[in-house]
């Protein structure tokens, strides 16, 4: 997996992977279109015009939406049509999303719609485009959506210079934030306020920034964990390559690997390799749980990344030479990336529940040979007591946000949508599971580091230990008396978020598998 932070520029047109997503989203990397994508968008806008100019039906185009597509729409009304959409649409409520959110959905409108098959402008496009390069952010409240249309609504408001939108962090109408970066409002044509809020775009995005998060926290479980297995003279035998081949899960194998290779130059657990004959399942079985989460985490990465390479709108225009033909279908129905937000909940959810055991083994003496809750004077200090209290409290989150969204069903548009998908709500939680899980991990290599004060000075750990506790000792020193824990927690937070954890990891040992 590169490192999306690396990636400064993203040329649409080709086969997109989910770290260009996250490059444009989260780290400001600029779009550019292909003459291919301009084409194919300029072929599809050509489809529309000839259509409509015969008067063809075509639903959303001059037809109404949802149930009342029965209702036909004169050729005078079909740009007020459009417009209607967005104002009728905008529905959604609470709290904003987040601007890397709304990024990303962007990102994947410019995606789904500038593969050629939905009849927008290109004009169009080049506008979401200059938003993302100028740094314009449409407002979009991120609550009521079922899997699509409410933000995207709110989102292509600002196009026409209505709603409102961020430029540099300020909330402004949308007309003055469109001039603060030298635009001017636009006007709909027929099919493109539809075009613009259908589709699984919203979903795809979400799922995609969430599952990008939650990828790199279960390689930071790998060295997190190994440092705690090695602190508490665990045994790396359980790690051994002859039990991975006899159970030849990939996933499981090569995360042994990594804890093998994380440890493999550590006085410490050499000396310790034979301490106890049998370790407990949170230091001996890491292999098989992460493992097993990085499975279901591949498998949903291969389908977020097919979702972000397909055409989800409704209709399609499918063109054959000159002509073509309109076809309604149920592509923007998002079951695939939101069965596969809820499953990748539930193997975060996984790691989580395994760290924090861990975790509670290195502040517990009974347990960890180490003085109290990590702390020499402990009583008069509580030492790291209670960051196991967040981390109870955050897997309690975890395991209420793992319930699936997607097996619920509740109708809409007077039963022409008698079944609903409920895609946006699984990714949308699995936002929030994957910013939880990256909290636990940090609290657990809060105590790992703490620990590692107290192992004796003649073992030194390994080469990977090393290189992270220096650069812990660099914002956290040693805690020899209490001090305010929320800082270092969102510092180590940070370190795993920003992805710094594994890239330092692997300066030292090479790619993590």
Known sequence: MMHAQDIKRVVLGGEMRIEQLVAVARYGAKVEFSKAYC???????????????????????????????????????????QRNILLSHAVSVGEPLSVEAVRAT??????????????????????????????LTPFAPGEGSVGYLAPEAHMALVLLGEGKAYVNGEL????????????????????????????????????????????????????????????????????????????????????????????KDSMIA??????????????????????????????????????????????ILWPDGDDGEAISGGNPDSSYVGIEMDS???????????????????????????????VRHAGLNSGLMIPQYTQAGLLNDMKILSHPATVDNI?????????VAMGYNAAKKAGRVADKLEYVLAIELLSAYQAHHFVDRQLSPGTVTQAVLARIARQVPPIEEDIYLYPPIQSLRELIHSGELIRLAEEKMGPLM
């Open 344 to 374: 990748a909940c539930i193997a975060a959810t996984a790691i989580a529940k395994m760290s924090e055991r861990r975790n509670y083994r290195l502040v517990n003496s009974k347990l960890s040979e180490y003085p109290p809750f990590l």
């Open 270 to 315: 050499k000396h310790y390799e034979h301490y106890r004959l049998q370790d407990a399942l949170s230091l001996r079985c890491m292999s098989q749980l992460h493992g097993a989460a990085k499975k279901t985490f591949n498998d949903a990465l291969r389908t977020v990344e097919t979702e972000m390479n397909s055409c989800c709108d409704n209709p």
């Open 172 to 263: 402004l109408p949308a007309k003055e934030a469109l001039g603060r970066v030298g635009l001017e409002p636009v006007d709909l044509s027929s099919k493109e306020g539809l075009a613009l809020v259908n589709g699984t775009t919203s979903v795809t995005a979400l799922g995609a920034l969430a599952l990008y998060d939650m990828i790199k926290a279960a390689k930071s479980a790998d060295i997190v964990g190994a440092m705690t297995l090695e602190v508490l003279k665990g045994s790396v035998r359980a790690y051994d390559d002859r039990l991975m081949r006899i159970r030849p899960h990939e996933e499981q194998r090569k995360t042994a690997e990594n804890i093998r290779t994380i440890l």
């Open 106 to 135: 962007m990102f994947m409108i410019l995606q789904n719609l500038g593969l050629g098959y939905s009849g927008v402008r290109l004009r169009i496009l080049e506008m979401y485009k200059e938003f993302l390069n100028r740094g």
């Open 411 to 419: 109708p809409t548009c007077a039963d022409q949508e008698d079944y």
């Open 39 to 81: 084409e194919r968008v300029n072929r599809s806008r050509n489809l529309v015009d000839k259509w409509t100019g015969e008067g063809r039906v075509m639903y959303g185009v001059n037809t109404g939406f949802g149930a009342l597509c029965t209702q036909l729409i004169s050729a005078e009304e079909m740009r007020q049509l």
